[in-house]
């Protein structure tokens, strides 16, 4: 990826709903698995790439708290797929707070 999380994040790499199963919830509740196990973990965000012009991931990621960290710029925009390119999300899971401690017992 062009923009890419933090080394030391939790990163949700991909993520898909059967064409059957969309509208049911089932990717919102993938998503708050997925916050629950990173605060498990010790996680202090989770961070994802999103297709931009897919809007209903936009749409369910910012509906589930994701804010935009950086977006691909315009010249890579204009050599993307579908013209427009990528964007970094992250949620803030434990506010205040920092550091990831996934290790922390290593």
């Known amino acids: 990826r062009s923009i890419p999380p933090p080394p030391d994040a939790a990163y949700l790499c991909n993520m898909a709903v059967l064409d059957t199963q969309r509208g049911r919830g089932v990717a919102s509740a993938l998503l708050?698995?997925?916050?629950?196990?990173?605060?498990?973990?010790?996680?202090?965000?989770?961070?994802?790439?999103?297709?931009?012009k897919d809007t209903a991931a936009v749409a369910l990621y910012s509906g589930a708290g994701y804010q935009v960290e950086a977006q691909e710029s315009a010249l890579a925009r204009m050599f993307s797929t579908d013209g427009g390119g990528?964007?970094?999300?992250?949620?803030?899971?434990?506010?205040?707070?920092k550091t990831n401690t996934f290790f922390k017992d290593a």
Request: glycine share 10%; hydrophobic share 40%; charged share 35%.
């Open 32 to 52: 708050r698995s997925c916050d629950d196990f990173v605060r498990e973990m010790g996680g202090c965000d989770l961070w994802l790439h999103v297709r931009v």
């Open 86 to 97: 990528v964007a970094l999300l992250r949620k803030e899971l434990a506010p205040g707070k």
